[in-house]
Each structure stands twice: as structure tokens, then as C-alpha cells.
């Protein structure tokens, strides 16, 4: 499976942007995804996710409300849409998926096989 992730770049604050995250090889409905983030200096953060068995949303308190993952399985695609975009949001954002997953382990980045390259979000104040 390879994931290619997309839709970052650079905005002011209180704008939005929706990232994609393509998947490329065996189908994509049977894994749990989600999407991660790393800014400079600090380590890579669970941001949202979505279960493969539930479709259950999760998401990191700082961006409940602002952010929605979705999935588009006929597409093969997931999607981050993130609203109200503030600087604290700066990072490279990541997707990530598995086929098997440890729920108490979902935020994990340690859980996911695979990865997309990144893609640099950059909020401006």
C-alpha cells in the first residue's frame, strides 16, 4: 500500500484547507486511518482517525470542532478538512493507515504500517 498525501500550504489564520491522502494498492475500506502532524521540534501527534470496523471518529481535543476526517473508500481516499486554521496548527501533516489495529493504541503513531510523505501546513497570524 503507499499513501500519497496532498492539500497542504500556506494560509492565514482562520482559513481552511482539506488535505487528501490517496492510497495506492490493496484496498483501502479495510484499514483504519488517520492523520498525524509534527511540528519542528516536537514529536508526531495523533490529530484524527477513523476505526476500519466502526467508522468511529476520534480526534485530538485541540482541533475538535475544527477539523473533520472522512473517508471515500470508492476513491480509495481519505480527507482531513480543517476550518478555522490557527498558527498552533503549523506542521507537517501526515496520513496513516493499518489493517490491523490495537484499539487502546489508536493514537499511536507506533500502530500504523504505513505512510504517506507529508505535507507542510503553514499558518500564518
Known amino acids: 500500500v503507499q499513501l500519497q498525501a496532498s492539500g497542504g500550504g500556506v494560509v492565514q489564520t482562520g482559513a481552511s484547507l482539506r488535505l487528501s491522502c490517496a492510497a495506492s494498492?490493496?484496498?483501502?475500506?479495510?484499514?483504519?486511518v488517520a492523520w498525524f502532524r509534527q511540528a519542528p521540534g516536537k514529536e508526531r501527534e495523533f490529530v484524527a482517525g477513523?476505526?476500519?470496523?466502526?467508522?468511529?471518529?476520534y480526534y485530538t481535543d485541540s482541533v475538535k470542532g475544527r477539523f473533520t476526517i472522512s473517508r471515500d473508500n470508492a476513491e480509495n481516499t481519505a480527507y482531513l478538512q480543517m476550518n478555522n486554521l490557527k498558527p498552533e496548527d503549523t506542521a507537517v501533516y501526515y496520513c496513516?493507515?493499518?489493517?490491523?489495529?490495537?484499539?487502546?493504541?489508536?493514537?499511536?503513531?507506533?500502530?500504523?504500517?504505513?505512510w504517506g510523505q507529508g505535507t507542510q501546513v503553514t499558518v500564518s497570524s
Open positions: 496513516a493507515a493499518a489493517y490491523k489495529i490495537i484499539v487502546s493504541a489508536f493514537r499511536s503513531y507506533r500502530s500504523y504500517d504505513y
Open positions: 477513523v476505526l476500519r470496523s466502526s467508522g468511529t471518529t
Open positions: 494498492g490493496r484496498t483501502f475500506r479495510s484499514m483504519t
